[in-house]
């Protein structure tokens, strides 16, 4: 079986995003990048289901500029075994995205498709489910646990009110919840290797599909401050403020 | 042209979520419409019927959308769509699931996680775990949105009579079917709809201590939430967790207790009225965020506060 792991550069999620100064748009300007969260779960998963003898082949996918191909590396690094950048100069929306992966996917016919539930910059949560959309797949989304049944996946979901089991037909779309697995780290030798390992350049204008944007950025602001709170001394004055100042609690 | 909100429910009761995306439906400003796709869930549409500001609730009752799957309901929204010019859902797990396959069959970009509405096609929308806002202005000819529940003030259950229309099923698919589910009972309030919550980190040490989390909520009348840490570390079920990737909390008390207060876990709760962190940890971060800190063992802290309530 092969699966196809669609990943994203997004800022490192240690770091403190601000606008620019002109509000235009986030400031990424010397910010450090790394491999969105998600996707670390996602090609962890993958990676072993290979190692348990699932998969045989593992392809990590991004769509965006050349300097992902570091993110793709570091998949390689994780245990891909290839990868396919598709190349644009602006950066895309989900939608734009989830075309241009599949048009990878049909390229591929995978019989399996794990991505990150969402990317940490846009926080939008919505790749997975318009590429299910876009191939006509099934889609099992926040995924805590996966078994891979013959041609179907059993799939646990979490939602709000707890945990969710789905049955999908294989091909399917599965995007991966906190909880799915812990991902490892890449070892030294492991990333020597991966300099190695077939990384294949796609433009995306060769792919023949609309990415114009549809939605335009007007500003980017700071959310509105809390005022600066106090410090108490004992439980007994938390309750007195509780009680007579933010009368919270009777 | 009218506005579609997709109700979410258990076939028995709407969740108190719609409710808050019938109020950002409101705002954009055309007549409001609801759909309710179910199973035996007339009592459903009857509850939206009575709803405040809407005008008409459109009723699909057929097996086939017992569980709402993502594939069937996107299918069905969609065979609706041309009488629309915004669909909405709220931003919780279910709307998260369904809006984004409904947008890509539209070949329309979403606009996730609304918290104002300033013009029928422009928006605010937090981004990078509520770091930064962003206002976003839509050319799609049918905006797909969620809705942030707690941006948006709940309308009210009564003082409705809209109309009940039933249609049939359009576009069952069979590509996902429904297993199981282990839905969490409990006798505490909603975590997203109630007043006051009281959440554990990595500082509670165990599940077992969480019930001196518990022993307070059940006298302020509180849901108990958690950070990602607690539940990572397996002291709590997945559905206890507040925070960017979690659920999205806005209650007149926030209680944060034994949180360090990463970024993450402030994203799903920061807009709070009135936030209170306990932590021996001085310099915690949460700290920056508390209206009022208290620097104390949690271990001694919570029997005492526990006494005193």
Redesign the interface.
């Known amino acids: 079986m092969k699966i196809v792991v669609p990943i994203k550069r997004v ?1 490192d ?1 240690n770091v ?4 620019l100064g002109d509000q235009s748009d ?1 400031d990424l300007n010397n910010v450090k990048m790394a491999m969105n969260p998600f996707c670390e779960i996602a090609i962890e998963e993958a990676v072993r289901l290979k190692e348990a003898g699932t998969a045989t082949e593992v392809i990590a996918v991004t769509v965006g500029k050349s300097d992902s191909q570091e993110q793709l590396r570091t998949a390689l690094a994780l245990g891909a075994d290839r990868a396919i950048l598709v190349e644009s100069d602006s950066l895309l ?3 734009a995205i ?1 075309k241009a992966l599949s048009k990878v996917i049909e390229a591929e016919s995978p019989q399996l498709v794990i991505l990150g ?2 990317a ?15 191939l ?7 995924a ?1 646990e996966i078994s891979i049944d013959g041609d179907s996946a ?1 799939v646990t ?13 294989l091909p ?1 779309i599965i995007t991966t ?3 799915l697995n812990e991902p490892r780290y890449a070892s030294l030798p492991n990333i020597m290797k991966a300099k190695k390992k077939e990384l294949d350049v796609q433009p995306i204008d060769a792919m023949g599909i609309d990415t114009a ?11 509105a401050a ?2 600066e ?4 001394e ?3 004055e ?2 007195g ?2 009680k007579n100042e ?1 009368k ?2 009777s | 042209m009218s506005t579609l909100v997709i109700a979410e429910h258990d076939n028995t009761n709407l969740k108190p979520a719609t409710l808050n995306t019938v109020a950002a439906a409101n705002v954009i400003g055309s007549e409001v419409h609801i759909l309710v796709a179910g199973s035996s869930c007339q009592s459903v549409a009857d509850e939206a019927a009575a709803v405040e500001g809407i005008e008409k609730v459109i009723l699909v009752d057929d097996s086939a959308y017992e569980n709402q799957l993502a594939e069937s309901t996107a299918n069905l929204i969609k065979s609706i769509s041309a009488d629309y010019s915004h669909i909405l859902a709220p931003a919780t797990t279910f709307g998260k699931n369904v809006l984004p396959r409904l947008s890509a069959l539209l070949d329309v970009q979403q606009i996730s996680e609304i918290t104002e509405v300033l013009s029928e096609d422009t928006f605010k929308r937090p981004i990078y775990a509520g770091s930064c806002i962003a206002t976003v202005k839509s050319s799609d000819a049918i905006k797909v949105i969620t809705v942030r529940a707690t941006a948006f003030d709940p309308v009210n259950t009564s003082g409705g009579s809209a109309s009940v229309e039933s249609i049939s099923p359009d576009g069952v698919s069979d590509l996902s079917s429904f297993v199981n589910e282990e839905i969490a009972q409990s006798d505490r309030p909603e975590l997203t709809a109630a007043s006051i919550v009281i959440s554990g980190g990595r500082g509670m040490q165990s599940g077992d201590n969480f019930h001196l989390l518990e022993t307070i909520a059940d006298k302020l009348g509180a849901a108990v939430g958690a950070s990602r840490a607690a539940v990572d570390a397996g002291f709590v079920p997945n559905d206890y967790q507040v925070g960017q990737t979690g659920k999205i909390v806005a209650p007149d008390l926030y209680i944060a207790v034994g949180i360090s207060g990463a970024i993450q876990h402030l994203a799903g709760m920061k807009d709070s009225k009135v936030i209170v962190a306990i932590n021996k940890d001085e310099d915690a971060p949460i700290f920056q965020v508390a209206d009022y800190g208290l620097v104390a063992d949690l271990f001694n802290a919570l029997p005492e506060l526990a006494e005193q309530l």
């Open positions: 800022v999620y403190k995003v601000r606008p986030v929306e989900p939608l989830a539930k969402q940490i910059d846009g926080d939008n949560n919505q790749t997975g489910q318009m590429l299910a959309a876009l006509n797949y099934g889609q099992a989304t926040f805590s059993s979901r979490e939602i709000d009110g707890g945990l969710q089991t789905i049955k999908v037909s399917a919840d906190l909880r944007p549809r939605m335009e950025l007007l500003s980017v602001e700071l959310p809390r005022q709170g106090i410090k108490v004992s439980v007994e938390l309750v403020k509780l933010a919270v609690i």
